[in-house]
T-cell receptor, first 111, second 118 residues
Framework: LAKTTQPISMDSYEGQEVNITCSHN???????ITWYQQFPSQGPRFIIQ???TKVTNEVASLFIPADRKSSTLSLPRVSLSDTAVYYC????????????FGDGTTLTVKP | EAGVTQFPSHSVIEKGQTVTLRCDPI?????LYWYRRVMGKEIKFLLH????????ESGMPNNRFLAERTGGTYSTLKVQPAELEDSGVYFC????????????????FGAGSRLTVL
């Protein structure tokens, strides 16, 4: 199983850049790294996915070092609405049973 | 496109009763997954359908849980008889088939069905 480890919580202020790191030491060759965001009373929502190096989309960047044993989600200039739980998920979704969400990181953005 | 729809949003039943949760995936999504979070713990995988076939049901906790996906469209998850420890939030997610990129599936989740067993 590709187990992940993330900080339980993080605090930030509006306008700052936030970096959340996830450790996944036993990542397999075919595993992808995916980050999800979850607000209260909602299901997780896809943010970004990557396999190696750097991926950027309109909301975030994902940095993956060469050994792929960790990954960092970067949220530029956060706002109050970015307060949520962020999950790092490692696995191959054709075999979703091998993927777990972990406890996630609760990000609190303050004014 | 419409999202993943789950019904009911909240169900309160007594121990020993039966509850059926329903999930309508995004149209055209062959993959359908059930997950649950119990006692505020982490979200855990229950099972995975590819169309109407169970691809992986290794996360189903016991034989009180029965999932079906007749016709490869919507899915139901029945708990019979319900126990106190079944209380939690049950999430459904769907995704398209891989498009040549192994592992690149992206899940779209529903809002979840909260089950309270008294």
């Amino acid at each position: 199983l590709a187990k992940t480890t993330q900080p339980i919580s993080m605090d930030s202020y509006e306008g700052q850049e936030v970096n959340i790191t996830c450790s996944h030491n036993n990542i397999a060759t075919n595993d992808y790294i995916t980050w999800y965001q979850q607000f209260p009373s909602q299901g997780p929502r896809f943010i970004i996915q990557g396999y190696k190096t750097k991926v950027t989309n309109e909301v975030a960047s994902l940095f993956i070092p060469a050994d792929r044993k960790s990954s960092t989600l970067s949220l530029p200039r956060v706002s109050l609405s970015d307060t949520a739980v962020y999950y790092c998920l490692v696995g191959v979704f054709t075999n979703a049973g091998k993927s777990t969400f972990g406890d996630g990181t609760t990000l609190t953005v303050k004014p | 496109e419409a999202g993943v729809t789950q019904f009911p949003s909240h169900s309160v039943i007594e121990k020993g009763q039966t509850v059926t949760l329903r999930c309508d995936p995004i149209s055209g999504h062959d993959n359908l997954y059930w997950y649950r979070r119990v006692m505020g713990k982490e979200i855990k995988f229950l099972l995975h359908f590819v169309k109407e076939s169970k691809q992986d049901e290794s996360g189903m906790p016991n034989n009180r849980f029965l999932a079906e996906r007749t016709g490869g469209t919507y899915s139901t998850l029945k708990v019979q008889p319900a126990e106190l420890e079944d209380s939690g939030v049950y999430f459904c997610a769907s995704s398209r088939r891989d498009r040549g990129k192994a592992g690149a599936n992206v899940l779209t989740f529903g809002a979840g069905s909260r089950l309270t067993v008294l």
